[in-house]
């Protein structure tokens, strides 16, 4: 089945500072590719997506490219802040299914 | 507003005491699923539904039971819960056949003493 792997951290990060995670996926065909995060004591909140190869999320200043050539999926972002700090997750959808299959999550704690 | 509800939000237990976690949606989805969330190892998903009285187990669904008598409605039962299921669950919900608007619940934190 489809599969992604995640940069774990955590990271640590001054403000200002550029961020990259690292996703990378295995998956049949082109799904659609998400990243979602999790900010302190909440629930997972969609961040950005992607849903066919070369097209790019963007969204809060965060960026991410979908290369089918590399199948990665990177987070970017290039001046982070303090209100940055949470968990983020790469996702994508399980063959075809409603289910998505998560990778394990990177803290990021970004300091002032 | 759009939103997916769970309660409680916190819980302490001990083992072998049954509980139920609610969970709601308001936006007329058919697909509700229960995630775990467990660090190292991401979320996984413990049981779904694609609509009322249809559910399946999901990736780790042992200890673990559901119904879905209405739409709106996905309880999560833990029968005899025990220490590893110490954990954060998230109740998801999404419309049958889309993955991009999958909507999470803030969470249940549990802990089994």
């Known amino acids: 089945g489809n599969s992604v792997t995640q940069m774990e951290g955590p990271v640590t990060l001054s403000e200002e500072a550029f961020l990259t995670i690292n996703c990378t996926y295995t998956?049949?065909?082109?799904?659609?590719l998400f990243w979602y995060v999790q900010y302190p004591g909440e629930g997972l909140q969609l961040l950005l997506k992607?849903?066919?190869?070369?097209d790019k999320g963007s969204n809060k200043g965060f960026e991410a490219t979908y290369r089918k050539e590399t199948t990665s999926f990177h987070l970017e972002k290039g001046s982070v802040q303090v209100s940055d700090s949470a968990v983020y997750f790469c996702?994508?959808?399980?063959?075809?299914?409603?289910?998505?299959?998560f990778g394990k999550g990177t803290k990021l704690t970004v300091n002032p | 507003e759009a939103q997916v509800t769970q309660n409680p939000r916190y819980l302490i237990t001990v083992t072998g005491k049954k509980l139920t976690v609610t969970c709601s949606q308001n936006?007329?989805?058919?697909?509700m699923s229960w995630y775990r969330q467990d660090p190292g190892l991401g979320l996984r998903q413990i049981y779904y539904?694609?609509?009322?009285?249809?559910?399946d187990k999901g990736d780790v669904p042992e200890g673990y039971k559901v119904s879905r008598k209405e739409k709106r409605n996905f309880p999560l039962i833990l029968e005899s819960p025990s220490p590893n299921q110490t954990s954060l669950y998230f109740c998801?919900?999404?419309?049958?056949?889309?993955?991009?608007?999958?909507?999470f619940g803030p969470g249940t934190r549990l802990t089994v003493l």
């Open positions: 936006m007329n989805h058919e697909y």
């Open positions: 996702a994508l959808p399980q063959g075809g299914s409603e289910k998505l299959v």
């Open positions: 539904s694609m609509n009322v009285e249809v559910t």
């Open positions: 998956a049949t065909g082109y799904p659609s």
């Open positions: 998801a919900s999404t419309p049958r056949g889309r993955t991009d608007t999958q909507y």
């Open positions: 992607a849903t066919k190869a070369d």
